[in-house]
């Protein structure tokens, strides 16, 4: 088990350009979540899959922003046309979710980030 | 909605002296809790969890306490060493099946003297 990985680790960019960064979730890890960190601030949820399904995006996830798991292991994030204000570490994590009836048990594993810098 | 308040940092200790860092919670449910840890230059890391009330949370000599009627999880440990300089936080998860996403503190920064 080699944990999460991000790629890449760091990230400069013009404003304007494109930008896709990549996460490998623990192996057999179902659940797969994209947070943001911007600096002084804990991290915020930006989106997550449950397998390849893309279930909740959050409102800070502009129209700019796209996630995808298309077989359910790695993930991809890109955004477009790039702002001053994307500047940040995306954080990936993953999860096993398991558990009956009702309540589950989850602990979420982070990857290392990948630190973005739009100019 | 969840919401986590953390104590504002950052916190300067003495080797060997001992830690407290509050955290209180909202949250509409009965969520789980959890202190994270992020050490320079590397990812968050789970430091420890409880998952319903009165459960304590342990690990590395780090404790803390799910407490209800308080709405609170304060991080303690007897004796800081300088290997635990690093930023904290505190974080909750509602985690019934559907989506389980974290909610985080604002962190606060630990320096540790020897």
């Known amino acids: 088990d080699t944990g999460v990985s991000q790629d890449p680790r760091h990230k400069i960019t013009k404003r304007g350009q494109n930008v896709t960064f990549r996460c490998d979730p623990i192996?057999?890890?179902?659940?797969l979540y994209w947070y943001r960190q911007t600096l002084g601030q804990g991290p915020e949820f930006l989106t997550y899959?449950?397998?390849?399904?893309?279930?909740?995006k959050s409102r800070l996830l502009s129209d700019r922003f796209s996630a995808e798991r298309p077989k359910g292991s790695f993930s991809t994030l890109e955004i477009q046309r790039t702002e001053q204000g994307d500047s940040a570490m995306y954080l990936c994590?993953?999860?096993?979710?398991?558990?009956?009836?009702?309540?589950?048990?989850?602990?979420?594993?982070f990857g290392p980030g990948t630190r973005l810098l739009v100019l | 909605g969840d919401s986590v308040t953390q104590m504002e940092g950052p916190v300067t200790l003495s080797e060997e002296a001992f830690l407290t860092i509050n955290c209180t919670y909202t949250?509409?449910?009965?969520?789980?809790l959890f202190w994270y840890v992020q050490y320079p230059g590397e990812g968050l890391q789970l430091l420890l969890k409880?998952?319903?009330?009165?459960d304590k949370g342990s690990n590395k000599g780090f404790e803390a306490t799910y407490r209800k009627e308080t709405t609170s999880f304060h991080l303690e440990k007897g004796s800081v060493q300088v290997s635990d300089s690093a930023v904290y936080f505190c974080?909750?998860?509602?985690?019934?099946?559907?989506?389980?996403?974290?909610?985080f503190g604002k962190g606060i920064t630990l320096s540790v003297r020897p």
């Open positions: 994590a993953s999860s096993l979710v398991h558990g009956g009836h009702g309540q589950y048990q989850e602990t979420q594993y």
């Open positions: 974080a909750l998860s509602e985690g019934t099946g559907a989506n389980s996403k974290l909610t």
């Open positions: 409880a998952t319903k009330a009165d």
């Open positions: 949250a509409t449910g009965y969520p789980s």
């Open positions: 899959f449950q397998n390849e399904a893309q279930l909740e």
């Open positions: 192996s057999e890890h179902n659940r």
